[in-house]
């Protein structure tokens, strides 16, 4: 574990036949703007300096991405990350990459104007898309946000599923949301029943939608919107 504050040591003398994990210090998580150098733009645990200020990350701190920081390379992930929040802000588009994943119950926040990319398999808790579009996925096996929690979804704003994995999807829309949902790659996008709500808009472009739970009825789809099927898109 690397936690900022914190340290951590094994311990086998304190209790005769026992090891336990001595723990000292105070938790006290950062707020991190990143920065990038442009090339690898790695975001890892307490090994490359690549937030503003020259700081390294440690799980939970608080991060966040907005016209400051170097968008020039992909973010490079590596590793399981447990942020205590991203939040995405400002104009510019990121893309997050990489063989590791966002992990735990962070919210994801998104005012941002440009687009997230999302290609690792992540884990978010609470998802926000304030502003602009969210992508998660590029047409392969990669991306996820993770199934369950809440999800604002307000006028003018996307979410895009464009992989050819299935995947279920538990995520609630916040009453009244106005935004689109859009389905493309060759993937199922199966609806669960705990997904008591969705957005007002939905696009299937490619692979199939499957809603458990006995489709719209039941206020599963609430407003004056409407259900696009495009060829490709069952």
Known sequence: L??????????????????????????TPGDLVWGGDGTGNAW?????????????????????F???GNNGANITITGEITPGSVTIDGTKSYTFSGTG???????????????????TNNKFGSVAINAGKVIVGNGG?????????????????????????????????????????????????????AATLLPTNITIDGGSMVVQ?????GDRMVGIGQITVNTGGT
């Open 2 to 27: 690397q936690i900022r504050g914190l340290s951590f040591a094994i311990d086998k003398t304190s209790n005769a036949g026992a090891i336990e994990l001595a723990v000292t210090g105070t938790a």
């Open 44 to 64: 890892n645990v307490n090994t490359t300096a690549n937030w503003a200020g020259g700081q390294k990350f440690f799980q939970y701190d608080d991060v966040v």
């Open 66 to 68: 907005n016209d400051s």
């Open 101 to 119: 994943s966002l992990v735990g119950s962070a919210p994801l926040i998104k005012n941002s104007t440009g687009d997230l990319t999302i290609l």
């Open 141 to 193: 096996a990669a991306g996820s946000i993770g199934e369950l929690g809440n999800l604002n979804l307000p006028l003018d704003s996307t979410l895009e599923f464009n992989t050819s994995s299935s995947f279920a999807f538990g995520r609630s829309v916040a009453t009244g949301d106005a935004g689109t949902l859009i389905k493309k790659g060759t993937g199922t996008m199966t609806v669960t029943t």
């Open 213 to 217: 739970g006995g489709g719209f009825n």
